[in-house]
């Protein structure tokens, strides 16, 4: 493996054990990837513990999310490999189970608005607070290849986006690189928790 494999790998799995930490991945939820100069791809190993990530539990694939080796990447590569080729300069995807994304996914199926808050500021190419930052939500489908193509769909109309929702089942995001990435998480995470508070409040 190569030098900057091994790099990508550390940082996976130092993004693993940072978002266990804070309960983003319970179980053995969530997927990583992060993409490497030549096109190919750093990818969580299907069913692995992202609180207990090592260098064995991140396989090398192909552009295509191929493996290879003889280990599984997880089920959902094709919404990795969708993104890496609608965003050529997207170097990570992550995809935490995080509660609050969860219940939202299901209490905003038709998507999501989030607006004036500083926070928004953590995304690319928003500089102010008055604005806001609009998440779909896309129904969960068993049937991965076909809701890359639904999430590609919108995308190419709506490229404007930082991150999409699946209705009961977390969200993704992505970045430059794994830190980008993980920035992003961790601005969702507020946001995300921010909205629910203010359900509660309303309610």
Known sequence: MSTEFEQLADQ???AGHFLHGKGWVPATSGNFSARLADGRLALTVSGRHKGRLT???ILLADADGKSLDARKPSDETALHVQL???FP???CVLHPHSLN???LSKLSPEGLEISDYELL???PDINTLQTSTWVPVFPNDQD???LAVRVDHYMQRHPNIHGYLIEGHGF???GRSVADSLRHVEAFEFLFECEMTLRRLKA
């Open 144 to 146: 991965i290849p076909r």
């Open 89 to 91: 300069d997207a170097g």
């Open 55 to 57: 260098r064995d539990d």
């Open 101 to 103: 994304a969860t219940l």
């Open 172 to 174: 993704y995001t992505w």
């Open 12 to 14: 996976l799995i130092e």
């Open 84 to 86: 890496y080729k609608r």
């Open 121 to 123: 500021k953590a995304f």
